[in-house]
């Protein structure tokens, strides 16, 4: 197999006054102008040094999905070195690295052939100085461990003693990537690499960071979504002892609430300034702030759902496949229902918060953040910085799900650091976190099917209707686009399919959280299609089967297909694994799900009892997964079991209500999270093959929920078409 | 401002704070032990669980005032090198996934093994259910809690 490294970038390399060899990529900050300048910087990504310890770069953030070990483990194991004598240390910002963001569950999918290649490359030349040492063809040597090894003879030398003389190789242009049967790191479970520092305490997010002369800050914010500052009385705050300042915010003289697409501002609000966290916390309690809220809709959750349930009926067609109308005239029946989803919040463990040091013309950032780029983005709009006054650090974070995404919480320091000229540390209260977030959507799905004699489904139509993230990020482009696909399930399997969005505006902040639009779209289509096996009297999984038909490339949108022969084999292990045909004890039942995301696909089965006092309990969880390569066993798993852990906990809890324009919930009490005591058994396989490694921190989520739901049915005969359950069972 | 005294990982300190700040800041913002976390502020999440007077409490509750003259144990003290068993069994069952709420759940975990060293399934979940972890990496901390067990029965 050959690669090479694409576009701007190509990886050199220098040798250290340490004597080290550097590898990194040399990279070209400037589209070339009509003057051939060299513009060109080098950002290390590997250095072994003469010892033989190889450091690597982590080069995307780290928000416990474990890419800072996954990467790396990559890169290693291409290169042939010893895991135990490989450091990992985070990389900062650096446009070189491209793709630096984490999100969509892309990491390893945009950086499995940038590894391997930077790998291979210093592989290369590591080879290359050995053959010149030991006086044999490169063609007879390999690295394994931290050594180069001459096949023949189990001759070897250890990197730390070629560093010089591979510096002086010249690296080609294609590189041969090893064979994947010859892997001794990918495949074999890691632990992460920062595992004893979290046991230990000693790992630090930005949260616990500290700076000479740091200033600590917090803000309230107006709890209604768009409202203002009108005027505050700050004479008590000021009073406790170690307030320094206090500061009001208001984004419209910074540019308004989006510093860009997709690019959120501050809210605003009244920040307290202070020696500590604990006095700039109890500042703000004693603030007496008039707000201004002319400009609110000052919504509430009952009319922005009757409003979805409106617009069901004023949309716009946004994916059509044969003729629904024709399918509605040959069928001999029909099926129909209401699905509806609510708010949901991010709630990461550390909440959000952001370091920076303005104190100077460079503006110096430690940021919990998933879009380095967009924070870049929005230092230079809002303060006109170069590119070149911007510099930030990416600690490790303490959760992200798309919350992260965005940035508003970093405008809010910079913005405080800049009028203070003195470091800022900005820690949002848990219930700041909560009121402010960019929720999911919520949505009201209408979904018809219509049947042949055979029970067959000949049409399809899935209406959904809701306010979209595309409108209130102020991004470009269709509504619909985040929140119904043309390529959502099941987009190429049904012939007379349609797919419609209904826009609704509103105030509410919506954004990306962990598995984006098929949260909504994929728990209504996966409910669905339960009930329509139940309509024709057969097994959920025999008809999911049926419906999929037999294993072939279906083709989806343009020239995009997939294999449905591989989401058939995670089902049909599924249905093993869970013993899916064995009888169960009273009250309890089996729900089933599938999905494919991020080129990766799952198949769930959810166990629940409910018993005679209609109290639910998930019992187990199986899910089979065919996410290509799994780089790190360990860790891959860990995300499985996250993401259905989180799928659940959103299905039976999750639900963020809005009263006069603002949020309700403001910490755990009353936005509840799954305790240990709750959790069911959750077996997890992969499915072994050679194909290249696939998303997988999303892919397990959106079917949790349909399978719980469909689970609920077969245990008591109650179907949720509503989220969160809540008290439904209860209440019956 | 008042002066207090704590003895901190073993360690005798006198600090000046607001009587009603709360221990976890007097750690985290004075004291420099940033392994006790901040997530809820209000007791619902154990982050912040420390050990005073050999009791687990949620230090973000707790005022330095009532803390004062106590002993207090944080994520840092639970051992030299960071090899206390329990903390041993989380990294064998490489527990974390963003890690955040960790400590808070390692010193519940040192908490109840060190009154109930043969604890059952049902302890365990109820004295570990007054932690959250939003990343969902409960299986592992059960796991990990099965083999902290036997070791400390060995
Ligand atoms: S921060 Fe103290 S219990 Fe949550
Ligand atoms: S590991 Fe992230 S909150 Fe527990």
């Not at chain 1, 416990?64 to 990992?88: C, F, N, R, S």
């Not at chain 1, 909560?434 to 055979?454: F, G």
């Not at chain 1, 509410?508 to 299609?529: C, D, E, K, Y």
């Not at chain 1, 603002?662 to 009490?669: E, G, L, M, R």
Request: aromatic letters at 8%; proline letters at 6%; charged letters at 20%.
């Amino acid at each position: 197999m050959k690669n090479t490294l694409g576009r701007r970038n190509f990886i050199k390399l220098t040798a250290s006054a340490s004597g080290a060899l550097v590898v990194g990529l040399h990279f070209q900050s400037c589209a070339p102008k009509k003057e051939p300048v060299e513009n060109f910087s080098f950002v290390p990504l590997i250095e072994i040094d003469t010892e033989g310890w190889v450091t690597l770069i982590a080069k995307n953030p780290e928000i416990g999905q474990g890419v800072k070990t996954a990467l790396p483990m990559i890169l290693a194991e291409e290169l042939g070195a010893d895991w135990d004598k490989v450091k990992v240390v985070q990389g900062d910002y650096n446009k070189a690295y491209e793709e630096q963001w984490a999100g969509g569950s892309y990491a390893v999918i945009l950086n499995w052939d940038l590894m391997r290649t930077a790998g291979a490359k210093v592989r290369y030349a590591l080879i290359g100085a050995a053959s010149q040492k030991m006086n044999v063809p490169t063609s007879e040597l390999i690295t394994r461990k931290g050594s180069v090894v001459h096949k023949k003879t189990e001759k070897s030398i250890p990197f730390g003693d070629l560093v010089a003389a591979a510096s002086q190789i010249a690296l080609p242009e294609e590189v041969e990537f090893k064979p994947m049967d010859t892997y001794e790191i990918v495949g074999k479970p890691c632990p992460q690499v920062d595992l004893d520092n979290i046991v230990n305490g000693s790992v630090q997010y930005t949260i616990d960071l500290k700076l000479p002369d740091m200033v600590y800050a917090t803000v309230l914010k107006n709890p209604v979504h768009k409202g203002k500052v009108q005027s505050f009385d700050d004479s008590q705050t000021r009073k406790i002892s170690g307030v320094i300042d206090v500061i009001p915010l208001d984004n419209s003289n910074y540019g308004g609430r989006l510093i860009g697409p997709n690019s959120p501002n501050f809210v605003n609000g009244v920040a307290v300034l202070a020696n500590s966290t604990w006095a700039a916390f109890k500042g703000t309690e004693k603030l007496e702030v008039v707000w201004d809220n002319s400009e609110s809709k000052k919504e509430n959750t009952q009319d922005i759902f009757s409003h979805y349930h409106n617009q069901l009926n004023t949309t716009s067609v946004e994916r059509q496949d044969g003729n629904i109308d024709q399918a509605r005239r040959r069928a001999v029946s029909q099926v129909e229902h209401v699905y509806e989803l609510p708010f949901l919040a991010h709630v990461t463990m550390e909440p959000m918060n952001c370091i920076v040091d303005f104190s100077s013309e460079m503006c110096e950032v430690w940021a919990p953040t998933q879009n380095p780029e967009a924070l870049e983005q929005g230092l230079i709009k809002l303060f006109g910085l170069q590119p070149e006054q911007i510099k930030i650090h990416l600690p490790r974070m303490g959760g992200g799900f798309g919350r992260r995404y965005y940035v508003d919480y970093a405008m809010d320091a910079a913005v405080l650091s800049k009028k203070m000229g003195r470091p800022v540390k900005l820690i949002w209260t848990r219930e700041e976190d909560i009121k402010h977030d960019w929720y999911r959507p919520a949505s009201v799905q209408r979904l018809s099917a219509w049947l042949d004699q055979d029970g067959k489904v000949i049409g399809w139509r899935q209406v959904l209707s809701n306010a979209s993230r595309v409108t209130s990020l102020g991004r470009e482009g269709n509504p619909a686009g985040t929140e119904i696909d043309e390529y959502d399930f099941p987009a190429g399997f049904v012939p007379n399919l349609q797919f419609e969005y209904g826009h609704v505006l509103s105030d509410v902040p919506l954004g990306q959280w962990r598995a984006v639009g098929p949260t909504a779209t994929a728990f209504a289509a996966h409910s669905f299609l339960n009930e329509l096996a139940i309509h024709n009297k057969k097994d959920h999984i025999d008809f999911f089967l049926e419906f999929l038909g037999p294993p072939r490339m279906v083709p989806v949108v343009g020239d995009f297909k997939y294999d449905t022969g591989r989401l058939r084999a995670v089902i049909e292990k599924v249905r093993e694994n869970s013993n899916w045909n064995s009888p169960l004890p009273e009250g309890q039942g089996r729900g089933f799900a599938a999905h494919r995301q991020a080129g990766s696909f799952v198949a769930e089965v959810v166990t629940v009892e409910v018993n005679a006092d209609n109290q639910l309990k998930i019992v187990r969880v199986d899910a089979v997964v065919d996410c290509g390569i799994v780089v790190n066993p360990s860790g891959a798993e860990a995300q499985v079991e996250g993401a259905i852990l989180e799928g659940l906990c959103a299905a039976l809890y999750g639900e963020i209500t809005i009263e006069d324009g603002a949020t309700v919930q403001s910490n755990f009490h009353d936005y509840r999270w799954m305790r240990l005591g709750e959790i069911p058994e959750i077996h997890v396989e992969f499915i072994k093959n050679d194909l290249p490694p696939r998303g997988l921190g999303e892919p397990p989520l959106p079917p949790a929920a349909a399978a719980l739901a469909n689970a609920i049915y077969a245990a008591s005969g109650v179907r949720i078409r509503r989220l969160p359950i809540g008290n439904q069972l209860l209440d019956i | 401002m008042s002066s207090f005294k704590l003895i901190v990982n073993k360690e005798k300190k006198t600090i000046s704070a607001d009587p009603d700040t709360p221990l976890l800041w007097v750690l985290r913002d004075i004291l420099g032990l940033t392994g006790t976390k901040y997530a809820c502020g209000k007791g619902l999440c154990g982050s912040c669980t420390v050990i005073v007077n050999g009791k687990s409490v949620r230090s973000c509750t707790l005022s330095v005032a009532d803390a004062a003259q106590s002993e207090v144990i944080t994520i840092e003290g639970l051992s030299e090198k960071g090899d206390h068993p329990i903390q041993k069994a989380w990294m064998e069952a490489d527990v974390p996934q963003c890690g955040y709420c960790q400590p808070g759940f390692i010193m519940s975990a040192f908490d109840l093994l060190s009154k109930n060293p043969n604890p059952t399934e049902e302890e365990v979940n109820n004295v570990l259910s007054g932690n959250i972890c939003r990343c969902g990496t409960y299986s592992r901390i059960r796991k990990a809690m099965q083999i902290a067990v036997k070791v400390g029965n060995q």
